[in-house]
């Protein structure tokens, strides 16, 4: 039942109830297809589908609206309550209107949506109220049948019930009317008025099986109808890095043929060795269609030809050290050569599975003035005779769960980073995921909204960078630099007040909140005690009464309580929507000059803000609730009914946008020719608040600038959980338009295939293939696909039927559409947004639901994958096998910025999930083991790598204890130091070190963040991935569940306060137990040799100087550690003088039992006279 009441302006927030039998559901699509109701039962006059009964009526008040159904099936009832937002806020909602009033019937079918034209708002001081507006929809006009030819004056019938498709948009034409068309029309469909495409460029049901060179075709025939870029074969182009780039040469190579045809175009009418040597000019490459969004760049043949023929080199030396140590053992302590050699042989292993992949590094740019002029006309024109932009819609996800790890002030900036963006305001919609139900995110959210009226025009005014408040009035930098409005200094000082002051009220809202309940919940006690002596009870008798966290309004909050009542904690407690900011309108809305209500004159500023919505999904007892993937997927729903963006960005609640183009910088990867095989396209992460040096590698440089720098060059990178933008239908689990099969030996023979609906399923498709609908109405007429869809998706109509829509608002033009691959007509998305409507809030409530996911693919195959900490790897993992590629997008600016740990304990805790993650995936079915011959052979080598890596830290484990051990036998991991074996070790750190140096010059990255790196790389495999070794084969053999905390954001500093605080903070984990034996263990070996060789009769300098130098490899790599024991001021705690102390005496023990004293031959014995 869906139930909305609003009687004044003060009553009780809206209340909707949503009642699920099972039965079909209302639908709720965005444009460009409109809403419309499902109906069973063709005789029945209501829109619904069968049993289903909609009753309206309106009072002064409001309006009453409610659902029924007939049936006597089981059912569950879930009410979602959408509540004010707290007061003391007073401002000028230029977005608000009347209250809902009885609409009109205009001679419109009654069996249309009774409020479709209705948006559902909620207000930061109003009651949420139901604004109708007027139907954009004029008298409705009879469609010609499809039989009949769609020309006009053209009555002609198809023969066999139905007209060969001319075009992909379906326009239905015969064939007379096509003829003319060809010859008088130009050669463009009267439907969608883009060209025709050639007869002979049909789309063929198979891609030839093998992939051959490109080779220089004849030129065919200038003929009508025939496109320009079909004239040309492919070839190679090369291009030189170090000049600018020349569109009429990349053109001319990549479109031209060799000979003497590549640089001359043939006059109209004319083929080349026919008639006269009549030429003209090249075509107008200034032309948008011909200019390209992206561009790659290659490494110069300078750096890495050396870099590849150092590997190779090193490679080698690698191989026939391992033969000669393999060949010489040591007889004198074979334990000791046994040991080291099997590490020896992992470690080689380990190298080549990480350095395979970094083969094939790229970079790319983007060209925003092109994305610009090819989807955002400054002219007015027919198809888009508003000058609406015709980019796609992106919904921006930003997941919390905790306020008390994650302050509500951090996430606060990060919402109004991505209000203050700089995309299509009715294009953006932000969605919150409150995974913890707090009241004071929801609180924080409205205060962030409203804050969001002053910000976003300030930033739009004066082009902020970066468009987070707390990062920008926090700069160093001059802040006059680049500003040339001469209200700036006004502007930004009132704006600077209005963010103390609104930071002041989010860092109260705790205590506020806290008070405010106890007063509540006070007055709620005295209530219940007067009632009492009213009913003659006992006065002496104890009430039990709930302490309830109470809103603003004096209402109940229905998401967690402090108390954690039942229904109201954690894991209990229901699923809440509130629209904070309805959606924007497609017409810029200009502001105001400076009075009372305006702080800043905003009179040639578009004061419209995106849409922004608080999710908090249900959560019941007995529900396994899969922790953020499930959040995310339970968006990706939600967003589905509400607003339907073609393409998804995901961020971390501390991550904000710092530069304001990053979603136009990744939407010209998506939208370039080739864009639709891309299913994410991922920006690296950047942090913030990071100590000066470094010490615990948090920057992570060396991952995000070489590892996934190389990736990009293979199938792309992986992705690692914030900051990626995805393609909706490509989370959805769906397959990719064409995809190319890699077999035979490291994938050498491709085989390419087109991945579309057939009409007739073939015998040796897969039967887990999910393939992308082509038309909108492609599952209308076959109820095997919408029941197939009804079994992965859920049982929501809505749902089911935004699909389509998405994959329609995610293709690429015509012009730039793939062989065999639909596109879109430029303007198709220059449409204003269908309002949001009660039946589709309340449909979007039913999907977060704790049991909708039951009996569905979602988590399996559709959305985020369940069943590992590290969600993100899997997921990326799981596209790229079915065929996608991703892209790594680096802009100048970095596009978003994060914080990360920067203490010991966080961050080891933060590397022990991670590497939980990977051994969780190497025992699944996600290891690349099992990969598609889709995934290319050096991708699946990256992905094994990621499962097999914390297995390194056993073999590390033993090595770093090896030197102490040839210390204290004083005997050493070969037999003597002879040349062969210095060669070799000289020549594999050398080849190393030119490794290192040549990829810090071809990935940017400094000297001082590849020490980082190894050192930390040591650290942690010492430390925190042995740990998760043995974690995940509990779970994997005892089935032991693992749980993680959540990683502590960091808040901005106060004044006065030391910026890096936590650095120096020691919190004691066992974690910390295994590096701190390994130090002590070789410190005392290092001691116990020096006396030894230095009181022997016969001392070993060799051996000795062998077991010091790899004892000091091993510290050197440890250094951090124990500084971050020392704390701040160099004051070791006493537990870890415990830890040392135990340590001590148990080496101390252990090298008497096993080297025991040489009894009475050293002995002086002294006699007396």
Known sequence: MVKMAAKSPTSSPVKITVTSSGGSRSMGLTSPVPRHSVSNNPNSPSPLSGGEKRRASSSGGGRYLSFSKDSTDEFVAYTVHIPPTPDNRVFSDSQNSPPLESSKSRGKNPNEGFIKDTIFTGGFNSATKAHVRKSSEEEPVMAKSKLICGMEGCDEKALDGKFKNYCECGFGICHDCYLDCMGNGGGHCPGCKEPYKDISDGESEEEPRSEEKDQANPLPSWGRGVKLEKNFSLVQSFKNPNHDFDHTRWLFETKGTYGYGNALWPRDGYEFGRGTERYENPPDFSD??????????????????????LMVLRLGVLACFLTWRILHPNHEAIWLWLMSVVCEIWFAFSWVLDQLPKLCPVKRVTDLSVLKERFESSEPNLRNPKKLSDLPGIDVFVSTADPDKEPPLVTANTILSILAVDYPVEKVACYLSDDGGSLVTFEALAEAASFARVWVPFCRKHKIEPRNPEAYFGQKRDPLKNKVRLDFVRDRRRVKREYDEFKVRINALPDSIRRRSDAYNAQTEIRAKKKQVELGVNPSEPIKVAKATWMADGSHWHGTWSSAEDGHSRGDHEGIIQIMLVPASADPVFGNEVDEENLIDTTDVDVRLPMLVYVSREKRPGFDHNKKAGAMNALVRASAIMSNGAFILNLDCDHYIYNSLAMREGMCFMLDRGGDKICYVQFPQRFEG???????????????????????????????????????????????????????????????????????????????????????????????????????????????????????????????????????????????????????????????????????????????????????????????????????CVTKRDAFRGTAPINLTDRLNQVLRWATGSVEIFFSRNNALCASPRMKFLQRVAYFNVGIYPFTSIFLLVYCVLPALSLFSGKFIVQTLDVTFLVFLLAITITLCMLALLE??????????????????????????????????????????????????????????????????????????????????????????????????????????????????????????????????????????????????????LTVYIYPPLGTQGIIRIELP
């Not at 011909?290 to 030809?305: D, E, F, M």
């Not at 879109?824 to 220059?830: E, F, I, K, N």
């Not at 020490?1011 to 042995?1026: V, Y």
């Not at 890096?1060 to 020691?1066: A, C, Q």
């Open 288 to 309: 948008r269609r011909n200019k390209p969004l992206t561009r790659k760049i290659g490494i110069s043949a300078a750096i890495i030809s050396p870099y590849r023929l």
């Open 690 to 888: 990071i100590d000066p040096n470094d010490r615990y590698a948090n920057h992570n440089t060396v991952f995000f600038d070489v590892n996934m720098r190389a990736l990009d060059g293979l199938q792309g990178p992986m992705y690692v959980g914030t900051g990626c933008i995805f393609r909706r239908v490509a989370l959805y689990g769906f397959s990719p338009p064409r995809a190319t099969e890699h077999h035979g030996w490291f994938g050498r023979q491709k085989i390419r295939k087109l991945l579309r609906k057939s009409k007739e399923k073939k015998k040796d498709e897969e039967d887990d293939e999910m393939l992308l609908p082509i038309n909108g109405n492609q599952y209308e007429d076959d109820d095997a696909a919408r029941a197939s869809l009804a079994k992965q998706f859920g049982n929501s109509t809505s749902l089911i039927d935004s699909i389509a829509v998405a994959e329609f608002g995610g293709r690429l033009l015509h012009e730039l559409r793939g062989k065999g691959c639909l596109g879109r007509p430029a303007g198709s998305l220059a449409v204003q947004r269908e309002p949001l409507d009660a039946s589709a809030l309340a449909e979007a409530v039913s999907v977060i639901t704790c049991f909708y996911e039951d009996k569905t693919e979602w988590g399996k195959r559709v959305g985020w994958i369940y069943g590992s900490v590290t969600e993100d790897v899997v997921t990326g993992y799981r596209m790229h096998n079915r065929g996608w590629r991703s892209v790594y």
């Open 1000 to 1149: 810090i010059k071809w990935s940017g990255i400094t000297l001082h963040d590849w020490w980082r790196n190894e050192q930390f790389w040591l650290i942690g495999g010492t430390s925190a991935h042995p740990a998760a070794v043995i974690q995940g084969l509990l779970k994997v053999i005892a089935g032991i569940d693992i749980s993680f905390t959540l990683t502590s954001k960091s808040s901005a500093p106060e004044d006065g306060e030391d910026e890096f605080s936590e650095l120096y903070e020691f919190r004691w984990t066992t974690l910390m137990i295994p590096p701190i034996t390994i130090i002590m263990f070789n410190v005392i070996a290092i001691g116990v040799a020096i006396s030894r060789t230095v009181y022997s009769p016969f001392p070993q300098w060799s051996k000795l100087l062998g077991g010091v130098f790899f004892s000091f490899w091993v510290l050197s790599h440890l250094y951090p550690f124990a500084k971050g024991l020392m704390g701040k001021k160099g004051k070791i705690p006493t537990i870890v003088y415990l830890w040392s102390g135990l340590i001590c005496i148990i080496i101390s023990l």
